[in-house]
């Protein structure tokens, strides 16, 4: 059995947040919180909690009263790129320079099989 989470439009760069994932990807998952909540890079945030929530998710499904958040694996972890906000800044000889501050889609997946 498994449930997902999905944390959408969060405003960190996909590059930022996979570098983390990357880390946690196919861990149990109190293994995985245990390093996304002592870890100091600020990407790690939005990350912990899509996988609380993934686990709030898969608890409050009948069928996994049996089943402690111990057993459960992080069985899939992906991170999209959203939309970007186009921002202007001032450049050289008058022009203006275009900033894309970019965004992601964090989608978490937990599995009670340990395959």
Do not use: Q, W
Not at 2 to 15: F, L, W
Not at 19 to 28: E, P, S
Not at 56 to 72: R, Y
Request: proline share 3%; net charge positive; with cysteine.
């Amino acid at each position: 059995m498994e449930a997902r989470a999905v944390a959408r439009h969060i405003r960190v760069s996909p590059y930022k947040v996979r570098r983390i994932a990357n880390l946690v990807r196919g861990k149990v998952v109190s293994d995985a919180l245990n390093i996304l909540h002592f870890s100091d890079i600020g990407a790690s945030k939005p990350l912990e909690k899509a996988v609380r929530s993934a686990v709030a998710n898969f608890l409050n499904d009948e069928k996994a009263a049996k089943i402690s958040p111990e057993d459960l694996v992080l069985k899939e972890l992906r991170i999209d790129g959203a939309g970007m906000l186009k921002r202007f800044r001032a450049g050289s000889m008058g022009r203006a320079t275009p900033i894309r501050k970019r965004s992601c889609h964090i989608t978490v997946v937990v599995s009670d099989d340990k395959n």
